[in-house]
């Protein structure tokens, strides 16, 4: 058996983040435990089952919008609150236990429960629906908070005192309060219900906590999931998300067993962080997804005999795209880790390109959802447009100025700097679908672009040569962003260069499909399994 540990957490703490329906998603959801759940679940590698350490109510709901909701799991917060309940259950809020001659006012993002003229309760929803949340009025202030689990029963209840929250109740699905966790961090175990359930396929075992009180969370998740380890197998594999939540407990539960660690993007401060790098050298293998991250774990001295391996996160699928159907050449620019001298110079030199080429137009893409975000990009190109003697008008949302719709179309400035702010994996596959080409200035291009730009043939301009860039097939490599007209030119303004740049870009998409990284990871899980080892990759074992 293969066991997940994902690390989906929110910020700092044990819980999960779920957010309620009409707040923007600051970030993706999507991350390297997600696809490859999502490669092992369609293309049966080999059994699995994800081990979660933190209180996710909402899970279901979390797995359905992934594609992984049939994933097989086991919760440490389920052991914790004795939850026996897979399925979800269909929940109202009017169901629940109102007071008599209770009001409903329906808002467009929450229902408010009115008693007596005053607020007494405000009733939060999900993206799907269900109320997750019911906040609890007393003379204008928050007094409780009810947490709702998608299976249908109060899982969390918080009790506020002067506004700030004292302490939070983790319940059964029967309504017994087992853990008590107070705002100092310190946890206390109900001592009418000391248990903790640990359900197997071979059965379900009540175990008594060994402590009346924690000193935090982070002690009973250990606990707890130290006793769920006794019921698996020496031959089990643990492939663990590195993440600085759950790394130090991982490191110390998972002490001679068969760990993978997974380094995934920016997500872990590796290269001076000694604790860290120790923790990894623990494991019998370290999957990276990039090559960035293989250069800095293969510079860590402690790390040296390691097994490091490449195995991005992402297959290249073929998608012809719709760039060549639009009447416009759209140069996508990543944005969000160009110093302030690049962005200067790449809108410096784009905005040349422009002039030149009437029908190209540029998208700044961020992964950034602020709501200032777009105004702030906007904003930086035109005083660099307005320095380097081009309108100002070229970098604006369009149709904001209502005279601006009173001028005849060929009295119009053109909008020709666009921002796309793309948080989740479909927003940004939407995006890239109409790009010609992409041109990516930052020290370490964006893995995610990378490939989709590959199963879309779509050219690159990178600062330097990647696995899914050969410089001269499927782009180029540029030094000197005072060439970027002429690169630019090569691509757009010749459709010979063009589809030669596709079908390489085909040609190299079809060593990193689906099966491409299905063998790899039958590899590297094999190698761990038997102890043997490690071709797959960029590196083995020394």
């Keep these: 058996m293969l066991y997940f540990i994902p690390a989906w957490y929110l910020q700092d703490e044990w819980k999960e983040s779920e957010q309620l329906w009409y707040r923007r998603r600051m970030r993706t959801e999507t991350d390297d435990t997600v696809k490859q759940i999502q490669l092992f679940q369609r293309n049966d590698v080999c059994a699995y089952q994800i ?39 269909v929940l109202s809020f009017h169901n629940l236990n109102w007071p008599k001659n209770i009001e409903f006012v329906y808002t467009p993002f929450s229902v408010i429960a009115m008693l007596n003229r005053e607020k ?23 007094y409780r908070q009810n947490i709702y689990d998608d299976r249908g029963f109060v899982s969390c209840t918080s009790f506020y005192e002067n506004g700030q929250k004292a302490y939070e109740q983790y319940l059964t699905d029967k309504g017994v309060w087992k853990l008590c966790h ?60 590195a993440h600085g939540q759950h790394l130090a407990l991982i490191d110390r539960k998972l002490a001679g067993r068969k760990t993978i660690f997974s380094v995934f993007g920016k997500r872990l401060q590796i290269a001076d962080n000694p604790a860290v790098v120790q923790a990894l050298s623990h494991g019998n293998c370290i999957i990276v997804d ?17 097994a490091i391996v490449n195995i991005p996160p992402y297959d290249t699928r073929l998608d012809r795209g719709i760039s060549m159907q639009l009447s416009v050449q759209k140069i996508l620019l990543p944005v969000d880790y160009l110093t302030a001298e690049t962005m200067e110079a790449a809108v410096k030199y784009l905005a040349a390109y422009l002039k030149e080429n009437t029908d190209a137009r540029v998208h700044l893409f961020t992964r950034n959802a602020a709501f200032d975000r777009e105004e702030f990009l906007l904003k930086q190109v035109r005083r660099i447009l307005e320095n380097n003697g081009h309108p100002q008008e070229w970098a604006r949302k369009e149709n904001t100025d209502k005279s601006e719709l009173l001028l005849d179309e060929e009295d119009q400035i053109p909008v020709l700097f666009v921002v796309e702010q793309c948080v989740d994996e479909l927003s940004a596959n939407k995006c890239i679908r109409e790009q010609r080409i992409l041109v990516d200035l930052s020290d370490t291009p964006d893995l995610f672009l990378q490939i989709s730009c590959v199963g879309m043939g ?17 782009g180029r490599v540029i030094r000197d962003i005072s060439r970027l007209g002429e690169y630019l030119r090569f691509y757009l303004e010749s459709l010979a260069n063009w589809n030669e740049a596709m079908i390489h870009s085909y040609e190299l998409g079809k060593t990193h499909t689906a099966q491409y990284l ?4 039958k590899e ?11 071709a797959a990759g960029n590196r083995g074992f020394q």
């Design 524 to 534: 590297v899980v094999d190698s761990v399994g038997n102890r043997t080892d490690i």
């Design 290 to 306: 990039s090559e960035d991250n293989l250069q800095i774990l293969s510079s860590q001295k402690e790390l040296e005999a390691a």
């Design 458 to 474: 779509i050219p690159q301009i990178l600062r330097i040569a990647t696995q899914y860039m050969c410089p001269g097939k499927n």
């Design 120 to 142: 007494y309760a405000n009733v939060e929803f999900g993206e799907y629906g269900n109320p997750i949340q019911v906040d609890l009025y007393r003379n204008g202030q928050i």
């Design 518 to 521: 299905v063998e790899q990871w």
């Design 182 to 241: 107070f705002a100092d961090g310190h946890v206390v175990v109900n001592p009418r219900s000391d248990q903790y359930l640990i359900r197997t396929q071979r059965g379900e075992h009540s175990i008594p906590f060994l402590k009346a009180s924690y000193a935090s969370m982070e002690e009973v998740v250990e606990e707890v999931f130290g006793a769920f380890l006794r019921t698996t197998q020496n031959a089990d594999i643990f492939c663990a998300a």
């Design 51 to 89: 081990l979660l350490l933190s209180y996710a109510p909402n899970l279901r709901h979390f797995l359905h919008r992934q594609s992984a909701f049939r994933a097989p799991y086991w919760s440490v917060f389920d052991a914790i609150q004795e939850v026996r309940r897979k399925k979800q259950a």
